[in-house]
């Protein structure tokens, strides 16, 4: 009964290639969430979604795009991948704007 | 923008102490909230505080709001070696999207 889950966990891939990160939450949450996570750890918001509506865009490149086909689901599409788009990626949802519940991560890797 | 900081970057603790965390902003939040992420997962919500003042405890944690709004703390009793994790403070201020402290790493030795 995982709450926020994301796939894949893990995800090497080549400079130039495009990739996609799916999440899924079965907590009836209207909100969800992007967040990078880089080497220091630091935990930034990329995206936000309410209802299968975007409600925070962060300075990310549009490379990065979001896609919410229902309210359980947000995902996460990068095109053309850089070396510096290495990073953790979180999925996160909530039903209030504060307490978020976050996924295990998905830790990409771009060679 | 607003800016949480949370210091020193990490703490090195004795099994069985208490140790105590702090996070603060130059502005005021409405918000404070306290993840905890062990190695290879996602953050984990510990505890969530919503007015100034407030003391809220969940088992061995107990976090308050501090009451100029400006900060927040979190204590952990009698650690155990599974408390070993980054912490992170997290708060919402007038622009109410959740804004994250760069996290404190606690190690416990045995």
């Known amino acids: 009964d995982t709450a926020v889950s994301q796939t894949p966990k893990y995800l090497v891939t080549q400079m130039g290639n495009d990739k996609s990160i799916k999440c899924e939450q079965n907590l009836g949450h209207d909100t969800m969430y992007w967040y990078k996570q880089d080497s220091k750890k630091f935990l930034k918001i990329m995206f936000s979604y309410n209802n299968k509506e975007l409600i925070i865009n962060e300075t990310v490149p549009n490379r990065f795009s979001p896609k919410s086909p229902d309210k359980a689901h947000l995902n996460l599409h990068i095109n053309s991948l850089e070396l510096g788009d290495s990073a953790v990626y979180f999925c996160?949802?909530?039903?209030?704007?504060?307490?978020?519940?976050f996924g295990p991560g998905t830790r990409l890797t771009v060679t | 923008g607003q800016q949480l900081n949370q210091s020193p970057q990490s703490m090195f603790i004795q099994e069985g102490e208490d140790v105590s965390m702090n996070c603060t902003s130059s502005s005021i939040f409405n918000t404070w909230l306290w993840y905890k992420q062990d190695p290879g997962e996602g953050p984990v919500l510990l505890i969530a505080?919503?007015?100034?003042?407030e003391l809220t405890s969940n088992g061995r944690l107990t976090a308050q709001f501090g009451i100029t709004r400006k900060d927040s703390f979190l204590n952990i009793s009698a650690s155990i070696p599974s408390d070993v994790g980054i912490y992170f403070c997290?708060?919402?201020?007038?622009?109410?999207?959740?804004?994250f402290g760069k996290g404190i790493t606690l190690s416990v030795r045995p």
């Open positions: 505080l919503y007015k100034a003042g």
């Open positions: 997290a708060g919402t201020g007038s622009n109410s999207k959740l804004t």
């Open positions: 996160a949802s909530s039903q209030t704007r504060y307490e978020q519940y």
